[in-house]
């Protein structure tokens, strides 16, 4: 259904995101977990109620690029989740949504495609709200945008988060429209790299799972320290975030142990003068094992 919002709520949703956007800013470090990937993990708003995270990233705005424009969020009702959007940053926890992920419905082939990705986000999750521009999630408006981009060729990206960015130019104060990144461990992922290097990402997830060169149960410290060293220098300007999975998925061990986080790899990865945090993979894994709790109690600032 068409979406239309009258002038004087645009602007209260604006200033609201701009505060937000600050307040977030202040205590950057904390525990960011991904959302959506099973129907099974519980709603968003129960989430954000656990108080151990203060991101949650909504998983996946997986379709774009040739005209169509649709997220997958693995059997979860588009009802309710405005309201648990709404409900999260009213808690002052960041919400972001993520596009890209594992399918293969996405890219952007011209720079047209990039202009008008760009426009359909601002319209339909951000603080736009054209006429006749579908928002699946009502009039919530999430804080930003990260970057998830696993397939297809890197070509328009970057100019993908320049038009992204020069929305802020309807904002007050803070940036509204925040940018992360989601890369692959290996530095650097082609994917997001020229992206990356607009300068214009204020936080970088670095997944280090899913990839034996670089996940702490097959290289150890060394290995790990070897590429999130490499990470932190690249960008110095933006909070590196270390991502880690919240249980040993079938076929693959690389969850790591409370002791090790504690004792061997945060102390190390702590070191860099732009750490930000620990991202964890996800929200359904994390709710079957705790493992987010128990960083969370362990203290991972």
């Known amino acids: 259904m068409a979406f239309r919002r009258p002038s004087c709520v645009l602007l209260g949703v604006l200033l ?30 129960e989430a954000c109620d656990t108080g151990i995270y203060n991101t949650v990233i909504i998983s996946f705005y997986s379709v774009f690029g040739h005209g169509r424009y649709w997220g997958d969020l693995s059997g979860h009702p588009l009802y309710g989740i405005g309201a648990d959007i709404k409900h999260c940053r009213g808690k002052g926890i960041v919400v972001l949504l993520s596009i890209g992920g594992g399918g293969t419905q996405y890219s952007l082939p011209t720079s ?22 579908f928002r699946p999630f009502g009039d919530a408006v999430v804080d930003g945008i990260d970057f998830f981009i696993d397939q297809g060729a890197p070509d328009h990206y970057d100019e993908l988060a320049r038009r992204l960015s020069g929305y802020n130019k309807y904002y007050r104060g803070a940036p509204g429209v925040r940018l992360t990144a989601t890369p692959r461990c290996v530095y650097p992922d082609w ?19 899913g990839d034996d060169r670089c996940s702490y149960n097959h290289v150890h410290k060394d290995g790990v320290m070897a590429q999130w060293s490499k990470w932190t220098a690249r960008y110095p300007r933006s909070k590196l975030y270390i991502g880690l999975p919240a249980a040993n998925v079938p076929g693959r061990s690389e969850k790591v142990g409370l002791g090790s ?41």
């Open 16 to 45: 609201a995101v701009s505060f937000l956007a600050a307040t977030a800013a202040a205590g950057d470090h904390g525990l960011t977990v991904f959302w959506g990937r099973n129907k099974d993990e519980g709603s968003l708003g």
């Open 191 to 209: 994917h997001v790299q020229r992206a990356l290097d607009t300068g214009l990402f204020e936080r970088i997830h670095v997944r280090f799972y």
């Open 261 to 301: 986080m504690q004792y061997d790899l945060m102390p190390s990865v702590k070191q860099a003068a732009n750490y930000g945090g620990v991202m964890l993979w996800d929200r359904y894994y994390d709710q079957q094992t705790g493992y987010g709790r128990e960083l969370y109690n362990g203290g991972i600032n």
């Open 112 to 133: 047209q495609s990039a202009a008008d990705v760009a426009d359909n986000l601002w319209n339909a999750h951000l603080g736009g709200g054209r006429p006749g521009v």
